[in-house]
């Protein structure tokens, strides 16, 4: 078992280290600060210095790593995966700037995957550019959406077009002016069989009766800085029937494709969010004096930082295996392993952050530095992409029935 890098991955990550040093780190105060004098806040993608960035990013070769085949880099799962690591350090500002951003990102994968050769002039090609921005429309309000059959918009043929009637939320990206398409998923089909009831249409931002109600906010957190999460309303949009992807009923069979690479994407990430939360605690307990010596000399504060590196590295195997079969055997093959890793990820992040929160102080709680935000942010991975108790349902029925299999032979 090898555990290196092989030649391109480490010829990338030697590259995007020293852009991230030199361009993304000293970036971030500057991004906020253009932030607070766009003219809509919800357009953090026209900040000037993000435009830098992204223009940089692509003359160095770090652009669309996360994308195989002919319209990405053309890397596998396992070596984009330490590459997305490093991006989450800093948290939305680096993705962005290599236009390795979700929602765009999974939404790539679909039109690539799936999309006809009109669908990819129109949409595909100008995302891949990083020209727009888009937005994927499933949750609803109304119903639980942790089963994405209950979903409740509907999608109807009427002549060459398709009428949408139906609410959204917690759609991420929407808010920003710049998401310029949505992929929709609604029901075509209520009587076929509950898996082939649902499909998926490209709604233009400014097609007539589409309506963004409102930003939501996670933990009083609005999220300017990623375009939000919005509230949506579809009255009776009509579109024309070339807008379908794939074919009316396979809705559900595209998320399934959509939301694998989605779900590692969330968790590479989120070990880049976990080091930097080691790097920072380990800092704060050094400078912070309390009852005559640093906290860091203090067993609690240690068994936190040693906790924290023993949870992060079996993180990163765990991620970096699910990665490897997703290459050799396929997402459907990985799917146990992907489970595990979306159960494990954001939990694991999560006390890692809470700790590194801790030592912090009050401090913690601030602006000043961000914990609280990026607590925020990988709390709501427990929900996106399906909560933990869906996938630990799924994950203990196939293991009982391998378990029952074997017992049988």
């Known amino acids: 078992m090898d555990f290196a890098y092989d030649a391109m991955t480490q010829e990338l990550r030697e590259k995007l280290e020293v852009f991230m040093d030199e361009r993304i780190y000293p970036a971030e105060p500057v991004f906020a600060e253009q932030m607070e004098a766009l003219d809509d806040p919800w357009a953090w993608t026209r900040a000037p210095v993000l435009q830098e960035l992204r223009g940089e990013a692509r003359a160095r070769g770090l652009w669309n790593l996360?994308?195989?085949g002919e319209h990405g880099a053309g890397l596998t799962n396992l070596q984009y995966a330490p590459l997305a690591e490093i991006t989450g350090r800093s948290g939305h500002l680096a993705p962005a700037a290599l236009n390795c951003a979700a929602p765009d990102t999974g939404n790539m994968e679909v039109l690539t995957m799936f999309g006809t050769?009109?669908?990819?002039?129109?949409?595909?090609e100008p995302l891949l550019t990083g020209q727009i921005r888009s937005a994927f429309a499933m949750t609803e309000p109304g119903v639980a959406s942790s089963d994405a059959t209950n979903i409740a918009t509907r999608i109807e043929r009427e002549g060459d077009d398709y009428v949408i009637n139906g609410r959204k939320w917690w759609i991420s990206g929407a808010m920003n002016p710049d998401a310029k398409i949505f992929i929709v998923m609604g029901k075509t089909d209520p009587t076929a069989d509950r898996h082939r009831q649902q499909s998926q249409i490209l709604i233009p931002r400014d097609t007539p009766g589409v309506v963004v109600k409102r930003g939501l906010h996670v933990f009083g957190y609005h999220g300017h800085d990623h375009g939000g999460h919005a509230e949506l309303e579809f009255n009776d949009v009509r579109v024309p029937a070339t807008n379908l992807i794939g074919n009316e009923g396979d809705g559900f069979a595209i998320a399934q494709a959509r939301l694998g690479p989605g779900r590692i994407h969330h968790c590479m990430r989120s070990i880049g969010i976990?080091?930097?939360?080691?790097?920072?605690?380990?800092?704060?307990?050094?400078?912070?004096?309390?009852?005559?010596?640093?906290?860091?000399?203090?067993?609690?504060?240690r068994d936190w930082i040693a906790e924290s590196r023993v949870r992060v590295e079996q993180l990163r195997l765990l991620v970096l295996k699910t990665a490897w079969l997703m290459d050799t055997v396929g997402n459907k093959g990985a799917h146990t392993e992907i489970q595990a890793i979306k159960i494990a990820t954001p939990k694991t992040v999560e006390w890692i952050l809470d700790k590194a929160i801790q030592v912090h102080g009050a401090g913690g709680l601030s602006e000043d530095f961000p914990l609280a935000?990026?607590?925020?942010?990988?709390?709501?991975?427990?929900?996106a992409d399906g909560p933990d108790e869906v996938h630990k349902n799924a994950l203990a029925r196939n293991e009982l029935k391998r378990r029952a299999a074997a017992r049988t032979t």
């Open 66 to 68: 996360f994308l195989p």
């Open 117 to 124: 050769d009109q669908q990819k002039q129109q949409w595909l």
């Open 274 to 301: 976990a080091e930097r939360a080691i790097e920072l605690m380990c800092d704060r307990a050094s400078e912070r004096v309390a009852f005559g010596k640093p906290i860091a000399e203090q067993g609690v504060v």
């Open 373 to 383: 935000s990026l607590f925020a942010g990988v709390r709501t991975l427990r929900f």
